[in-house]
């Protein structure tokens, strides 16, 4: 009998399930629902298309003919409205139902709004979807200053993008670095100076307190909470995502900041999966249940997903993910869970060049290189092979990192 | 720049608008080792087969594979 298999979510996640699916099971029928009306683009470039060095047409990684040719049946624009798990219909807007046998939810996140006064006020972009980069591309082509918030890996994309434009800008920061969860501040001035190499300059102990308008609705500036305004023609939040989970209510499926999977990516519905940046996915690398937002995760979530809805539990997710910074002229890379652990280990080598690896139980669970990225490919499969080596710091931090230097593994 | 029996890396300006453009973090970890082996002025010995004449890769510079 032929298998019914409903996606929604074109993201890489989707599209990634989209694609294993046909190629392991040729005879399936095969929907993707997507809110957004256009087919899979590059998420990871558009950042380049907003800072004007690439143009539209290279982020484009699917049109629609991709879907055409692999008998795919790829419906644009369209929202669902309900899922019945128990009949395991799917129903549109347009009052559709769609039966599955296997249902994949891929529907990633909506930058999480910026609770202040003004905050919806025109001017005031968040950094998500290839639109909001065409937006944010228009206005940072006429501004003279900016504003950025959020000091995480995706608002340094937009002060990069201020950079690239010509925009004089303040990013206002809460803490005393940024993205104080995974660098010190050694490791972040690296980051700070080049951002004030572009014109960008970071504001610490900050944040916003409100957004200050025009009589025309456009956003004049910002003042943050010890009452300093700074003056923007154009400001970008990246604070966070809330995932769209919305039209799992009423599912029964369990959520935890995150759809709960398992390392399978099954729900704890029958025969809903879930893959991409809203899983709370158990991670086998870890041993515990854990998130990541990156696209090879992303990407390797849908193949697996895939997998396993063909084949119920035939393949686990066992990922290290990485996550580069490719703005400046050095390197920055970070991968696995940085933030996390119970240990650390970190060196400056030069005023571009840092490094720190995060432990948890004696193993490497996470870490960000700056400036070198050579000993990535060792650090990395000394996570996956989850080796006890957090009482070897000092070969772990030479600057020649050998993994051969390294006391033989013990048993566990 | 890095240059292999076949193939070779340089840093580009312009980006073909019917190139493949991909960023760092597509690439799978042997073509990551080998930009950033370039990056840092190494001439690896062979370029991965993840990398294909035409590319470009966004990385500290845009990289074009030719």
């Known amino acids: 009998m032929t ?16 694609e294993t ?49 692999r008998d795919v049946d790829l419906r644009l624009n369209t929202h669902v409205t309900n899922i019945d798990t128990d009949g395991h219909v799917v129903r549109t807007h347009e009052d559709e139902d769609l039966e599955y046998d296997k249902l994949l939810v891929a529907t990633g996140g909506t930058p999480t709004q910026l609770p202040v006064e003004n905050s919806d006020a025109e001017g005031v972009h968040h950094f998500w979807t290839f639109q909001d980069a065409r937006k944010i591309k228009a206005d940072a082509e006429t501004a003279d200053a900016g504003i950025i918030v959020g000091a995480g890996l995706l608002g340094i994309d937009l002060a990069a993008i201020c950079g690239a434009q ?28 080049a951002m004030r190499e572009r014109g960008v300059t970071p504001v610490f102990d900050s944040g916003v307190d409100r957004f200050e ?68 996915f158990y991670d086998t690398v870890l041993g515990e249940h854990a998130q990541n937002g990156s696209w090879g995760s992303a990407k390797e979530q849908g193949a697996i997903a895939a997998r396993n809805m063909i084949d119920a539990e035939s393949e686990p997710f066992r990922w290290v993910s990485s996550y580069s910074i490719t703005h400046f002229d050095f390197p920055f890379l970070s991968f696995g869970h ?25 193993k490497i669970v996470g870490g960000v290189l700056i400036g070198d990225l050579s000993p990535q490919s060792g650090y990395k499969r000394l996570m996956r092979d989850e080796r006890v080596v957090a009482d070897q710091k000092d070969v772990l931090m030479q600057k020649q990192f050998d993994a051969d230097e390294l006391a033989p593994a013990q048993e566990q | 720049m890095a240059q292999s029996r076949e193939l070779r890396v340089s840093r580009t300006t312009a980006v073909p608008a019917d190139a493949r453009v991909r960023h760092f973090d597509e690439l799978d970890d ?33 990289f074009r594979i030719h």
């Not at chain 1, 298998?3 to 989707?14: E, K, L, N, T």
């Not at chain 1, 629902?33 to 558009?46: C, S």
């Not at chain 1, 025009?214 to 010890?226: E, F, M, S, T």
């Not at chain 2, 370029?47 to 966004?58: F, I, N, Q, R």
Request: aromatic share 10%; with cysteine; net charge negative.
């Open chain 1, 3 to 18: 298998q019914s298999y409903v996606i929604i979510g074109d993201g890489i996640a989707g599209s990634s399930a989209a």
């Open chain 1, 21 to 69: 699916l046909r190629e392991e099971a040729p005879d399936a029928d095969i929907t993707v629902i997507t809110d957004e009306g256009e087919a899979l683009y590059n998420r990871i470039l558009i950042k380049e298309f907003a800072k004007g060095k690439l143009p539209e047409a290279p982020i484009s990684i699917h049109d629609e003919s991709w879907y055409d040719e």
């Open chain 1, 166 to 193: 010509d925009v004089e800008a303040h990013y206002l920061m809460r803490g005393d670095c940024w993205w104080r969860y995974a660098l010190s501040e050694a490791g972040a001035e690296i980051m700070h100076d």
């Open chain 1, 213 to 280: 308008v025009g009589d025309d609705g456009q956003i004049r500036g910002a003042v943050d909470p010890n009452g300093d305004y700074y003056e923007g023609d154009f400001a970008g939040v990246a604070i966070g995502l809330d995932f769209n989970t919305e039209l799992l209510q009423g599912t029964g499926v369990e959520q935890d900041g995150g759809v709960v999977v398992d390392e399978y990516m099954q729900t704890s519905v029958d025969d809903v999966y879930a893959a991409g940046d809203l899983t709370r």
């Open chain 1, 338 to 362: 940085p933030t996390i652990g119970d240990d650390h280990a970190e060196r400056k080598y030069s005023d571009t060049e840092w490094r720190r690896l995060a432990f948890k139980d004696g």
């Open chain 2, 30 to 62: 042997d073509s990551q080792q080998y930009l950033a082996a370039v990056e840092s002025g190494e001439t690896p010995a062979a370029m991965p087969t993840g990398l294909a004449s035409g590319d470009v890769v966004v990385y500290t510079d845009y």
